[in-house]
């Protein structure tokens, strides 16, 4: 009877004790929901700034496209056949090379960082300094340029590629009824055209449309101190930038900060304005995790600091590092999972 009552007992006491530990599993679990609840209703009123990507345009011509991806990876298109535009704008590794500047045809680096050409088309304009409206008018450029691809001519290009069975039927087919489809205007069109297609949704796209389980409490947490900081003064619409320009370093030189071997006037170099003296476009912040180094010349590469410096010389803002983890902690949100068949190499077997 001694020995059935310790038993008795025994199994009471774990049962208890199990109990009580679900309880306060149930307790932790309903806290979380909570506070997951709290977050997304403070964010609900502050997210009108943001607009989920669009999907790519359902109404591109695949044979246009079709062409735009050879044409994009083709080391025909710079004169020693060296490099392609997926050279600088690797699409297996989010657009970028991870290079503070690229070598270009003749091994030659150029000044400013490539930036990502996922999601690309949505800016405003291209390049740092916006001297192009659009990826059609992008595309064009670095090809003829001497330290990048090295194209003497337009007509050097066309002739070339005019040689091969390959661009004669790919050049017809995306361009039917044209009597001479062998135009460098019908070129650019082609890549921007498959540029148009690079588009990387995300999770954060995903809250936005109301699914609030897309986001964890923590990159709910740095979304907040993202917003509460100031960064959204030039991070919003979809992408998080590219849609706007500004002056790097409105409080402080930036160049005191980044530890940058030049400083780069930026668009002023263009419009030879005083205006635009250090003025930038701002770059699209989704897959930023994965396109370092940063800022024009690639000159910090680590995210974390990237974060700080922005709030120091933008914002006037000195972030302690716990904000800055959480701001890091919500940019990794705006990391994409990228299909293969958008990667995909057409002159490289499957």
């Given at each position: 009877?001694?020995?059935?009552?310790?038993?008795?007992?025994?199994?009471?006491?774990?049962?208890?004790?199990?109990?009580?530990?679900?309880?306060?599993?149930?307790?932790?679990?309903?806290?979380?929901?909570?506070?997951?609840?709290?977050?997304?209703?403070?964010?609900?009123?502050?997210?009108?700034?943001?607009?989920?990507?669009?999907?790519?345009?359902?109404?591109?011509?695949?044979?246009?496209?079709?062409?735009?991806?050879?044409?994009?990876?083709?080391?025909?298109?710079?004169?020693?056949?060296?490099?392609?535009?997926?050279?600088?704008?690797?699409?297996?590794?989010?657009?970028?090379?991870?290079?503070?500047?690229?070598?270009?045809?003749?091994?030659?680096?150029?000044?400013?960082?490539?930036?990502?050409?996922?999601?690309?088309?949505?800016?405003?304009?291209?390049?740092?300094?916006?001297?192009?409206?659009?990826?059609?008018?992008?595309?064009?450029?670095?090809?003829?340029?001497?330290?990048?691809?090295?194209?003497?001519?337009?007509?050097?290009?066309?002739?070339?590629?005019?040689?091969?069975?390959?661009?004669?039927?790919?050049?017809?087919?995306?361009?039917?009824?044209?009597?001479?489809?062998?135009?460098?205007?019908?070129?650019?069109?082609?890549?921007?055209?498959?540029?148009?297609?690079?588009?990387?949704?995300?999770?954060?796209?995903?809250?936005?449309?109301?699914?609030?389980?897309?986001?964890?409490?923590?990159?709910?947490?740095?979304?907040?101190?993202?917003?509460?900081?100031?960064?959204?003064?030039?991070?919003?619409?979809?992408?998080?930038?590219?849609?706007?320009?500004?002056?790097?370093?409105?409080?402080?030189?930036?160049?005191?900060?980044?530890?940058?071997?030049?400083?780069?006037?930026?668009?002023?170099?263009?419009?030879?304005?005083?205006?635009?003296?250090?003025?930038?476009?701002?770059?699209?912040?989704?897959?930023?995790?994965?396109?370092?180094?940063?800022?024009h010349d690639g000159s910090v590469s680590d995210l974390g600091e990237a974060v700080k410096i922005m709030a120091k010389v933008q914002l006037n803002v000195d972030l302690p590092q716990e904000e800055v983890q959480k701001i890091v902690t919500f940019l990794k949100s705006l990391t994409a999972d990228i299909p293969a068949d958008m990667m995909k190499n057409p002159f490289q077997a499957s």
């Open positions: 009877m001694k020995h059935q009552l310790v038993l008795l007992f025994s199994i009471t006491g774990f049962l208890g004790l199990h109990s009580c530990g679900g309880g306060k599993s149930n307790e932790a679990q309903q806290s979380a929901q909570a506070e997951n609840e709290r977050y997304d209703n403070l964010l609900k009123d502050k997210l009108n700034v943001f607009q989920p990507l669009p999907a790519a345009d359902a109404g591109l011509d695949p044979k246009l496209v079709n062409l735009g991806r050879h044409l994009y990876f083709d080391t025909r298109l710079s004169k020693k056949e060296t490099i392609s535009c997926n050279s600088c704008h690797n699409l297996a590794t989010y657009g970028v090379d991870n290079k503070p500047t690229s070598p270009g045809d003749e091994g030659k680096n150029g000044d400013r960082n490539s930036p990502t050409v996922y999601n690309a088309f949505l800016h405003t304009a291209q390049f740092w300094d916006g001297r192009a409206a659009h990826v059609e008018e992008q595309a064009g450029i670095p090809i003829l340029n001497p330290i990048e691809m090295n194209i003497p001519s337009e007509k050097f290009l066309m002739d070339r590629l005019a040689k091969t069975d390959l661009y004669k039927q790919l050049f017809s087919e995306a361009f039917p009824g044209e009597k001479n489809p062998f135009t460098y205007d019908n070129l650019k069109k082609a890549i921007g055209a498959f540029e148009r297609t690079l588009v990387t949704p995300t999770r954060f796209d995903k809250y936005l449309a109301g699914d609030k389980s897309a986001l964890t409490l923590e990159e709910k947490k740095g979304l907040m101190s993202f917003i509460s900081t100031g960064c959204t003064t030039c991070h919003i619409g979809p992408g998080l930038g590219g849609n706007m320009f500004q002056k790097f370093g409105v409080h402080h030189p930036y160049w005191e900060y980044t530890k940058s071997a030049k400083i780069d006037e930026g668009k002023a170099a263009v419009t030879k304005m005083e205006a635009d003296k250090y003025v930038f476009k701002v770059p699209s912040l989704y897959n930023v995790e994965k396109t370092y180094p940063y800022f």
